[in-house]
C-alpha cells in the first residue's frame, strides 16, 4: 500500500465539521480561525451572543467553510445538554470537538470562595468535557475508522503541571487555588476518555498552553505589560495564533490519525527557564 504524503493530504481539513466551546475569544477564536481558513465547517458556542457575533464576522474575513456560532453555558450539565440538542438540530455528525471553554478565580489562601473559586471552576473546566464528550459520542463515531478517525482536543494548561499558584497572573495576595488542580484533572480524563473512546475511532489529546494573550491572562497583561511576558521565554516572545492554531489542525487531520492520548505542552521552552510553565514573570 502506497500511502499519500503530500502535505495537502497529511494536513487536510476540509470539509471536517469542528465544534469548539469557548470560541468567541482567546485561542478558541484562534484555532476556529485556523479551521475555517482551511474548508473546514465551524461552529463556536460561548455564553455570550454580541462577542460569538462580532468572532463569527471576524472568522468569515478568511474563512473558505461555514462559520457559525451557538449560545450556551456549560457550566452545568443542563447547559452542556442544550448545547449539544441545538448542535444536533443543525449536523448530523461531528468530526472534531474541542473543549476549549475555561474558567479562572484568583482569591486569598485563607478566603477562597467555594462557589466562584471551586465549583464553577471545575464545573467548566472539567466537568464540561466530560458531558460534551459524552453527549457527542455517538455523532463522533458515526462514519469514523481507524484511518480517519474523529477528534477531541482538550484544551488543558501548564499550569496543569506546574504547582505555582501565585503570580503576576492573579493580584497580589491571591491564588488562582483551583484551577491549577482543575487542568491536572482534564489531562487525566484525556488520558481516561483515549482508553474508553480508542475502539470507537475517537482519538482524544490534550494541548497544555502557556501564556497566550487572552480573557485569562489579561490581568497579568494589563499590570506586568505583555514585554515583562516576553523577555521571560527563551524564544523572546508569547504564543501566537499560529501556533495553537497549527497545533490544533495537526491534531484534527490525517496526519495525526495514530496520535491519542497525549498531553502536548506549547509554551516555548519556559517550564526550561525558571520562569514557571506559564511562562509568567519571575516572582
Known amino acids: 500500500m502506497v500511502s499519500d504524503l503530500s502535505l495537502s493530504s497529511l494536513f487536510n481539513v476540509k470539509g471536517k465539521i469542528a465544534?469548539?466551546?469557548?470560541?468567541?475569544?482567546?485561542?478558541?477564536?484562534?484555532?476556529?480561525?485556523?479551521?475555517?481558513?482551511?474548508?473546514?465547517d465551524v461552529y463556536i458556542a460561548a455564553r455570550k451572543e454580541k462577542p460569538l457575533q462580532e468572532a463569527v464576522a471576524d472568522i468569515k474575513k478568511v474563512a473558505t467553510g461555514r462559520v457559525a456560532y451557538i449560545v450556551?453555558?456549560?457550566?452545568?450539565?443542563?447547559?452542556c445538554d442544550a448545547l449539544i440538542q441545538e448542535f444536533r438540530k443543525r449536523e448530523s455528525k461531528?468530526?472534531?470537538?474541542?473543549?476549549?471553554?475555561?474558567?479562572?478565580?484568583?482569591?486569598?489562601?485563607?478566603d477562597f470562595p467555594e462557589e466562584r473559586g471551586w465549583d464553577n471552576v471545575f464545573n467548566v473546566n472539567v466537568k464540561s468535557?466530560?458531558?460534551?464528550?459524552?453527549?457527542?459520542?455517538?455523532?463522533?463515531?458515526?462514519?469514523?475508522?481507524?484511518?480517519d478517525p474523529a477528534r477531541v482536543i482538550n484544551i488543558s494548561s501548564t499550569n496543569s503541571v506546574d504547582p505555582v499558584t501565585e503570580s503576576p497572573l492573579s493580584d497580589a495576595g491571591s491564588g488562582t487555588w483551583s484551577y491549577q488542580?482543575?487542568?491536572?484533572?482534564?489531562?487525566?480524563?484525556?488520558?481516561?476518555?483515549?482508553l474508553k473512546l480508542g475502539p470507537q475511532y475517537i482519538t482524544v489529546n490534550a494541548i497544555l498552553p502557556g501564556f497566550f494573550p487572552s480573557k485569562l491572562t489579561a490581568f497579568g497583561l494589563q499590570t506586568a505589560g505583555e514585554e515583562a511576558f516576553n523577555s521571560n521565554q527563551p524564544t523572546g516572545r508569547v504564543g501566537r495564533p499560529g501556533d495553537i492554531a497549527g497545533l490544533a489542525l495537526f491534531l484534527a487531520s490525517p496526519a495525526s490519525a495514530h496520535v491519542t492520548g497525549?498531553?502536548?505542552?506549547?509554551d516555548g521552552g519556559a517550564r526550561y527557564n525558571g520562569a514557571g510553565y506559564t511562562?509568567?514573570?519571575?516572582l
Open 262 to 266: 497525549t498531553h502536548t505542552i506549547l
Open 181 to 194: 488542580p482543575s487542568k491536572a484533572a482534564v489531562n487525566h480524563l484525556t488520558s481516561a476518555l483515549a
Open 72 to 79: 450556551a453555558d456549560i457550566s452545568s450539565k443542563a447547559g
Open 279 to 282: 511562562g509568567a514573570v519571575k
Open 94 to 110: 461531528l468530526h472534531v470537538l474541542i473543549n476549549n471553554s475555561g474558567a479562572v478565580w484568583g482569591a486569598p489562601y485563607n
Open 19 to 40: 465544534l469548539i466551546t469557548g470560541g468567541g475569544s482567546g485561542i478558541g477564536k484562534m484555532m476556529a480561525t485556523g479551521f475555517a481558513q482551511n474548508g473546514a
Open 129 to 147: 468535557i466530560f458531558y460534551m464528550t459524552a453527549g457527542l459520542t455517538d455523532l463522533l463515531s458515526k462514519d469514523s475508522n481507524n484511518a
